[in-house]
């Protein structure tokens, strides 16, 4: 899950750099950080669990959903 968030962070940088020159704008490292940073938050998170419980004489699957914002 981290290598998928650093990947992703990572690709948005590489576009915002190579979007840059063709918009003229001037930004610098931080802003383009920041800009990352609010393109992969977002405005709200929804996240899926499944937990499977295993037993000699029985198993079960539960499935949770969870939603912020």
């Keep these: ?9 990572v690709t948005t940088i590489m576009l915002l750099t ?7 704008q001037q930004n610098h490292a931080t ?3 920041r800009k990352s ?3 992969m938050q977002g405005n ?4 899926t669990m499944t937990m499977k419980i295993v037993r000699p004489s029985w ?8 939603w912020v914002g």
Aim: without cysteine.
């Design 37 to 39: 940073d609010q393109l």
């Design 18 to 24: 190579i979007l840059n020159p063709i918009y003229g």
């Design 1 to 9: 899950m981290i290598s998928k968030l650093f990947s992703r962070t």
């Design 59 to 66: 198993e079960r699957t539960i499935v949770f959903k969870s």
């Design 44 to 47: 709200s998170y929804v996240s």
């Design 31 to 33: 802003e383009i950080v």
